[in-house]
């Protein structure tokens, strides 16, 4: 490996010094221990320099500026103590920086993130290119950690503690014009005269350093004057974190502590000052480091990372094909969503399909809604809204389909109709094109069987709302040729998708292990288990939103279909107690209808009521004799379970892959890693004898999966391998 430096100190004869950095050895700048001894010793020179009176910092690599801290060096950590001597150098460093005496300016192109941020944050002045790529943040409680080299404290001295607040907690990543109006960046620019326009910001603030109003100025702003009222002094910043503090517990349920650490040690801060924000910032940084909720969600981290590598088929001889033109079928909430992120994401012009008139209006409506809600957040300029809308067409039949590469069926979950689309769509399109079917449950095996080229046949299952949901389920049959594999995975991740490649079968992976874990909230139901009490209990273990309401948002009648086709093919196991039908006699639907679990009057109501009524339907009397933990562990194990059948039958290829699905699909609690870093760190020896007791109590649809079975009697986990 070769010893060039990282950071390299460029002088130039008008007293101005350019700091860059860029590691040799990766395409990003990122922060890392090997380069704490270089950085300390260059900040060294600049501080043993008299003359110098300018100091811009810049990267040197074309697409970034720093990405944040390498990750890596927090998975050797196994003490809370390890981690706070790294949260305390980064301060120290940063600190340094602060009190350099030449003006100091960040020149900022692409990722500033994290680490990257806390750093930039330290200097006087931050000027940015006005390019997308360009996205500053700092999205460390994402990965269930705060802040560690002193960006709780710099933030919120820098823009306030409400804004500071909103993006230490949420970690939303922010564009360079977002930036600049929250005052993060002082000033923006084409990137290509970045470092002329800092030099250039340096000088005026040592113009302006002589005069004496400034202050007072800003002292008589506006923002100033709110941000007092807030948080600079103690019955406004008691208010405000009060606040906060609420609205994370309602969002987090108590399972996350990075956000509540956040709003400890940003309060220190401004109550204490810097130096007593900083120790507790530390303090705060190697506890979360070492806890379980970190450490599943850096996990999860690296387990995205290595999906976005992976090409979904082994020869590096095979690669994909170019896709110029894709057609959808059916304009509905998925082929409408689907046709958003191809020509927003991967750039790629749509033909879009339905039966009539009216259904290709709503979807080019529901399109263009979401393409004006862009520009409405100023994320996309009105130029290229209309730019993205010229790149989607409507169409009542199949006229300008016969040139597109990839066609993508997203009708009814119909075997009879998505057979009947596939054979127009093979009599009209050329030997390349790609069928994908974007069914939930029906085999692809049985679509294609309908074709006469099964090996262009293929799954790519999205989920709702597609502009919305990271996951593309692919499922590849024992035909589909590998370039056609190949193919989807790649343009899914054009799409902004992660994509995980699943075998062929009745509900794939994620229906699959949706459905028992559905199918055991209904049952609870009919044993009296109100309804509030089960999505409750489910919230509380960490999903995002319970089953029930979840059957209203899908749909009671969709449910009930997928219920069937997964009972049909996997029997009693899958079977959903009796009681359903009588709500579908009942004509509830759910949302769609405004008849389902809840009530749906009054759209402004949160949380929604339950309509009493489901109970006396169900000829049932709510009740509360379980536990929320007894009801939680009820539905999460089903889903666990059923994910290790699906291992085994080579349904999904690897855990991780497992894992990913079930987070990024299906709201599984990322804190607790998915389900198969759910089994191996609550015990795969306890849970399959927590289900063996549950098999005892309640019928066979618990015994524990094969392989689970296994595993335990060898005393392995799944990532043992």
């Known amino acids: 490996m070769s010893d060039a430096p990282i950071f390299r100190l460029e002088k130039r004869d008008d007293r101005i010094a350019i700091l ?16 704490i001894e270089q950085f300390a ?7 043993n320099n008299r003359r110098l009176e300018v100091l811009v910092f810049a990267s040197g690599k074309p697409q970034g500026f720093i990405a944040g ?31 350099l005496r030449p003006i100091s300016v960040a020149a900022i192109h692409g990722a500033c993130l994290g680490g990257g941020l806390e750093l930039a944050l330290a200097l006087d002045l931050r000027v940015a290119s006005n390019d997308h790529q360009t996205r500053l943040g700092l999205p460390e409680v994402q990965l269930g950690l705060l802040p560690g080299g002193g960006g709780t404290q710099r933030l919120p001295a820098l823009i306030g503690a409400e804004r500071a607040l909103d993006l230490l907690l949420t970690g939303r990543r922010l564009s360079a014009e977002r930036a600049r109006r929250m005052g993060i960046v002082d000033e923006l620019v084409p990137k290509e005269i970045l470092i002329e326009a800092a030099i250039k910001l340096a000088h005026s603030r040592r113009q302006e350093r002589s005069l004496s109003f400034g202050a007072v100025t800003n002292l008589l702003s506006f923002k100033k004057l709110r941000e007092w009222v807030l948080a600079g002094n103690p019955i406004g910043r008691r208010v405000l974190f009060d606040q906060a503090h609420k609205r994370t ?9 990075a956000p509540e650490r956040i709003l400890a040690v940003t ?22 480091v070492v806890s379980r909720p970190a450490k599943q969600l850096i996990n999860l981290f ?31 909430l998925m082929g409408a969503g689907i046709s958003y992120v191809t020509i927003t994401r991967a750039q790629v012009p749509v033909r879009l399909k339905d039966k009539d008139s009216p259904g290709v209006s709503h979807g080019l409506g529901y399109v263009r809604r979401l393409l004006d809600d862009r520009v409405r957040k100023r994320a996309m300029t009105r130029l290229q809204r209309s730019q993205s809308l010229a790149m989607v067409t409507g169409t009542v039949d199949l006229l300008g389909f016969a040139n ?33 079917s974007n069914t939930s449950a029906i085999p692809i095996t049985e679509i294609a069987a309908a074709g006469q080229r099964p090996e262009n046949v293929i799954g790519m299952h999205y989920f709702s709302p597609v502009e919305k949901m990271p996951l593309l389920e692919v499922i590849t049959t024992d035909v589909t040729a590998p370039w056609v594999i190949a193919t989807c995975v790649e343009f899914g991740k054009r799409q902004g998708k992660t994509v995980i490649v699943v075998g062929d079968g009745p509900g794939f992976y994620t229906s699959r292990i949706l459905g028992p874990y559905m199918n055991e909230a209904v049952y609870l139901l009919m044993e009296g288990v109100a309804i509030d009490r089960i999505d409750g209990a489910l919230q509380d273990f960490g999903f995002p939103i319970g089953p029930m309401a979840l059957l209203d948002e899908v749909g009671i009648d969709v449910g009930n279909k997928v219920a069937d086709k997964l009972s049909g093919a996997f029997g009693d196991r899958m079977r959903p107690p009796p009681g359903i039908e009588r709500l579908l006699q009942d004509q509830r639907l759910g949302r769609k209808n405004q008849r389902g679990m809840y009530h749906y009057a009054d759209p402004t109501r949160s949380p929604k009521p339950v309509d009493e009524s489901v109970y006396r339907l169900l000829g049932v009397a709510p009740s509360n004799l379980l536990s929320s933990n007894e009801i939680a562990q009820r539905c999460a194990l089903q889903m666990v379970n059923e994910a290790a059948r699906c291992l085994e039958e080579g349904i999904v290829s690897s855990p991780r892959d497992g894992d990913i699905g079930a987070v990024f699909g299906l709201g599984f609690p990322p804190f607790r890693g998915g389900p198969f870093r759910y089994l191996d760190q609550s015990g795969v020896k306890e849970i399959a004898a927590r289900l063996e007791q549950l098999c ?12 689970l079975v296994e595993k335990a009697r060898k005393g392995k986990g799944f990532y043992d391998d």
């Open 69 to 99: 801290a390498d990750l890596n060096m927090l998975k050797d950590v196994t003490t809370p103590e390890q981690a706070r001597s790294l949260s305390r150098i980064a301060q120290e460093l940063n600190t340094r920086l602060a009190h």
């Open 302 to 332: 690296f387990a995205g990372n290595q999906l976005k590598k992976h090409r979904g088929i082994d020869d590096p001889l095979i690669t994909p094909c170019a896709i110029h033109k894709v057609g959808v079928l059916g304009a509905g």
């Open 41 to 47: 010793s260059v900040l060294t020179e600049i501080e």
């Open 20 to 35: 860059w950095m860029d590691d040799p050895h990766e395409s990003v700048n990122t922060l890392k221990r090997e380069l």
């Open 404 to 436: 597109a590469d990839l066609v993508i069926e997203a009708v009814f979950e119909d075997l009879t109709l998505k057979q009947r689309m596939l054979r127009d769509v093979e009599a009209i399109t050329h030997d390349k094109t790609v069928f994908a």
């Open 696 to 707: 005892d109590r309640h019928g066979e649809r618990y015994a524990p999966a094969p392989l």
């Open 249 to 257: 517990l309602r969002k987090t349920r108590g399972n996350y502590p």
């Open 267 to 288: 309060k220190i801060g401004l109550e204490q000052g810097f130096e007593a924000g900083f120790a507790a910032e530390a303090e705060a940084f190697g506890e979360l």
